[in-house]
């Protein structure tokens, strides 16, 4: 089927989408596989999980960078459908600051929010027009692109966040985009949906190494089901999962567990992933202030000593860029300390 028949304008009719209609199969996946991809070229050199594990918390220090129409609708959840017209920057998105920012913190490695509970693709997602390159968003240009560029030539390995629709989600918060929409969709037809775009971005961005899946869990589908089809597309991914109930966040579930705000116990032994936020909230929100330097290497140190990598989430503004007061705090971050301690400090 020709992508285009998938593509409709925001705001027209929209098709109701069958599970065969949008069905897709590991088999296809792999043969549409770029020629660009390392696994591609070489799929001998597929590494174990335990030695993706292993390489993942080599890394210990990343950053989260939460930015979508939530942005700019001052919310941490979007509800409903906005218009594509609401993501407006005003200008270019100097990504490359975000990865010199990144890169003077010490970090390793950094995760964008390509779709998250609005629906909204900051890629040109073939399954949706409800994207930056909507004729209605003043944008107009692949922000995943620019990240990965940004980021890669920092030295700066790249994932990005999908996040899923889990049953649990109140009928107000879409998640979907409207080609998709719950209302009218079955939780195998959104199923067969998101595992098309989580397909589409490994497959678009050859350079992305690590899938961080919200809100997705066995209510949603199976481990199994997920990391089959993930590792078919891609064979040496490396992917998380942020549990929708909070009592099983950091159970183990995929490739990595996932604690939210919280620490893993002492002697922890599951390969997992901590987020925190460095300001007060996911999204930005005006007035707010970033943690202290010091605060931020306490809770690095005790992050990594149980087993798991810190990813520390910065809020850019309306406008793309982060707050004055967070850069200085992550450039002080990485500023060597005292070399009989090197407590905090990514290696």
Not at 282 to 300: C, D, H, I, R
Request: aromatic fraction near 12%; glycine fraction near 8%.
């Amino acid at each position: 089927m020709n992508h285009k028949t998938y593509k409709r304008s925001f705001g027209g009719v929209l098709p109701l989408l069958t599970a065969t209609a949008i069905g897709f199969t590991v088999a296809a996946s792999v043969a549409e596989q770029p020629e660009s991809s390392p696994e591609h070229q070489s799929p001998a050199a597929t590494k174990s999980v335990k030695e993706r594990q292993a390489d993942f918390l080599k890394l210990k220090f990343g950053m989260f960078i939460h930015f979508n129409l939530e942005t700019y609708k001052g919310v941490q959840w979007v509800s409903g459908y906005h218009s594509p017209s609401d993501f407006n920057p005003g200008g270019k998105i100097d990504t490359d600051a975000w990865a010199d920012a990144a890169a003077s913190a010490g970090m390793k490695y950094g995760v964008l929010t390509a779709k998250h509970v609005s629906g909204f693709c900051l890629w040109d997602s073939k399954y949706t027009t409800y994207d930056v390159m909507n004729p209605d968003c003043p944008y107009k240009q692949d922000l995943v692109a620019q990240f990965i560029k940004s980021f890669k030539s920092r030295g700066l390995k790249v994932g990005l966040y999908y996040c899923w629709r889990h049953p649990g989600f109140k009928g107000e918060f879409k998640v979907l985009p409207p080609e998709c929409d719950p209302a009218t969709h079955s939780l195998k037809e959104q199923n067969e949906f998101q595992k098309k775009q989580v397909a589409e971005l490994l497959e678009k961005y050859p350079d992305v190494f690590y899938t961080w899946n919200d809100s997705l869990d066995d209510k949603v589908m199976p481990a199994d089901e997920i990391l089959s089809y993930l590792r078919g597309v891609r064979p040496n991914i490396i992917a998380s999962a942020n549990w929708w109930d909070w009592g099983k966040k950091g159970t183990p579930y995929l490739d990595l567990a996932v604690k939210e705000m919280r620490h893993f116990p002492e002697g922890n032994t599951a390969p997992g992933e901590t987020c925190w936020c460095l300001e007060q909230g996911w999204f930005w929100k005006e007035g707010a202030s970033p943690k202290t330097a010091k605060q931020v290497v306490n809770l690095l140190t005790t992050v990594n000593s149980r087993n798991s990598n810190f990813l520390l989430n910065v809020g850019p503004n309306r406008q793309g860029k982060f707050e004055e007061a967070s850069v200085k705090v992550l450039a002080e971050i990485g500023k060597p300390r005292d070399p009989n301690s090197t407590a905090g400090r990514p290696k």
